[in-house]
């Protein structure tokens, strides 16, 4: 079993920044891969980001490429989601994924566990 518990959101202003993380605990060495999605009220769950503990496999959606970065703390089995240049249309509930899959992508059924999730509002 592997528990990931997000923390970080919040309500910020339009082009402001904001810190998510998420601890993982448990069997961490039996999932490689972390990840990152999204959900808006009345939308779909939407991949965000992944990143192998290893670092060597680092991807982002095409929404959020150049504005957030995942990045991840192996002594603390932390990941941290910096999002930068926040737009309006970033607000959701943003979750945190863990895969049993040494190759993981965008899609949901590829991700084994997942975190209580944190709200993150955007404001105008």
């Known amino acids: 079993q592997v528990q990931l518990v997000e923390s970080g959101g919040g309500l910020v202003q339009a082009g402001g920044s904001l810190r998510l993380s998420c601890a993982a605990s448990?069997?961490?060495?039996?999932?490689?891969?972390m990840g990152w999605f999204r959900q808006a009220p009345g939308k779909e769950r939407e991949f965000v980001a992944h990143i192998t503990w290893t670092g060597d496999n680092i991807y982002y959606a095409d929404s959020v490429k150049g504005r957030f970065t995942i990045s991840r703390d192996i002594t603390k089995s932390t990941i941290h989601l910096r999002m930068d240049s926040l737009k309006p249309e970033d607000t959701a509930v943003y979750y945190c994924?863990?895969?049993?899959?040494?190759?993981?992508?965008?899609?949901?059924?590829?991700?084994?566990?997942w975190g209580q999730g944190t709200h993150v509002t955007v404001s105008s």
């Open positions: 994924a863990a895969s049993k899959w040494g190759a993981s992508g965008d899609a949901q059924v590829e991700y084994d566990y």
């Open positions: 448990g069997r961490t060495y039996s999932t490689p891969t």
